[in-house]
């Protein structure tokens, strides 16, 4: 029986052969013009999309949301709840890049007039980008997008089953867009938020936050600074109480400010959660990199020559020892394509031709091969000496 399936199988793949032998030679040698399959990714992936602002309202005190329709009319793109959109904008003569968590989840984007939506806190005077968004953007303005980057998202072949997601400030957003999905029925797992926040008016998207808890999603403030009146937790997101909301088997997500990181790892450890049940959401480009292991401080000051190529066109522009190549090249007016600026996605992927860089470890992404051939990821790399780098032209 076996030999004869077998067999059946052998016969039936040559005359798959033959067919797709005579397919090629009997097709016309001009492309399809309709490929549904390639229309289907189109639509799910459609590369660089234009997006319109429809509506901006206050998420908190200090922050706002901003919502987006296509300007083409269709549905949003596929993307993953937890990831982000980059958005390009022109001020000046430059165009500059920004990455921004969805707070919308993707049920949303696939209404029928499907949108998206970022949640940006005012800046303590070091983001002008999320300045102008909250001082500047309105209704009617068109910005070019790329929508659903990033790794942040749940993976139920990866991930336990109940995830307990640990955010400070703005960094609730990744995981409001994941407790929206959960409570449409389309995300299947049990989340667990615990919100870090000074003060309760501090708290961003709260209404819509509470709006959705359930028996699947649930949200716990914690406030750190002294509010008297406050009857929820009350302190930072310590061992103990990461325990206290814990199941047995549990995934830990994190998304907050920068000192956040450092010191729920500490946290973590004392809990012995396994490595691979811990993710951390990349959190752009360092705040001070001075702080980084291995920064060396001596440098801090001093301002080198960095010589771009870009084909024929070579540019010499100034560029700081504590901000990263992609700042000196935005500074100077050049172009490089960025989306996580954190070091992980590679996008900004630059030939160092001559010269030294620092590499923050905690965000270089490269892979071997491009270590090894002299690649950085110029959002993560800051200059150590005069340098010469190669980028793609535009
Ligand atoms: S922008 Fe992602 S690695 Fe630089």
Redesign the pocket.
Same mark, same amino acid.
Request: with cysteine.
């Given at each position: 029986m076996k030999i004869k399936g077998f067999l059946k199988d052998v016969t039936g793949a040559s005359r798959v052969t033959k067919a797709r032998l005579n397919a090629f030679q009997t097709a016309s040698a001009q492309a399809e013009k309709t490929d549904p399959i390639a229309n289907v990714v189109k639509e799910w992936h459609p590369g660089k999309t234009e997006l319109r602002v429809t509506e901006i309202r206050e998420a908190s005190k200090t922050a706002k949301t901003v919502r987006f329709e296509r300007v083409d009319g269709k549905k949003m793109p596929y993307f993953r709840a937890g990831t982000f959109v980059v958005l390009d904008f022109t001020i000046g003569d430059s165009v500059i890049s920004r990455p921004y968590s969805i707070s919308s989840a993707p049920y949303e984007g696939r209404l029928g007039n499907g949108y998206l939506e970022i949640t940006v806190r005012r800046s303590r005077g070091d983001g002008f980008i999320a300045d102008h968004i909250n001082d500047n953007v309105k209704p009617g303005d068109v910005f070019p997008a790329l929508i659903g980057c990033g790794q942040f998202y749940y993976e139920p072949l990866r991930d336990a089953k109940h995830v307990v997601a640990l955010a400070g400030g703005v960094g609730i957003t990744p995981f409001a867009s994941m407790a929206k999905e959960v409570a449409n029925g389309t995300l299947d797992m049990d989340l667990t938020i615990l919100y870090g926040s000074v003060f309760s008016d501090d708290i961003v998207m709260k209404k819509e936050l509470d709006a959705i808890k359930s028996n699947r999603v649930h949200i716990v403030h914690v406030l750190s600074g002294d509010e008297p009146d406050w009857d929820g937790e009350r302190g930072f997101l310590t061992a103990e109480l990461i325990k206290k909301y814990a199941a047995e088997d549990t995934s830990y997500f994190i998304c907050g400010p920068q000192a956040m990181y450092t010191f729920l790892r500490e946290e973590l450890k004392k809990l012995d959660i396994p490595q691979r049940r811990i993710r951390f959401e990349v959190f752009g480009q360092a705040k001070d990199i001075t702080t980084f292991a291995g920064y060396p401080t001596e440098m801090k000051d001093k301002t080198f020559q960095l010589t771009v190529r870009r084909g024929i066109r070579e540019d010499v522009i100034p560029a700081k020892a504590t901000e990263s190549i992609?700042v000196a090249l935005e500074r100077a007016g050049i172009r490089i %394509?960025?989306?996580?600026?954190?070091? %992980?996605?590679?996008?900004?992927?630059t030939k160092v031709i001559r010269g030294s860089v620092y590499i923050c470890p905690e965000?270089d992404?490269r892979r071997a091969a491009d270590k090894d051939f002299g690649y950085v990821?110029?959002?993560?790399a800051y200059p150590t000496s005069d340098l010469t780098i190669k980028i793609p032209i535009e």
């Open positions: 992609v %394509e960025t989306a996580c600026r954190s070091g %992980e996605c590679g996008f900004c992927r965000n992404g990821h110029a959002c993560a």
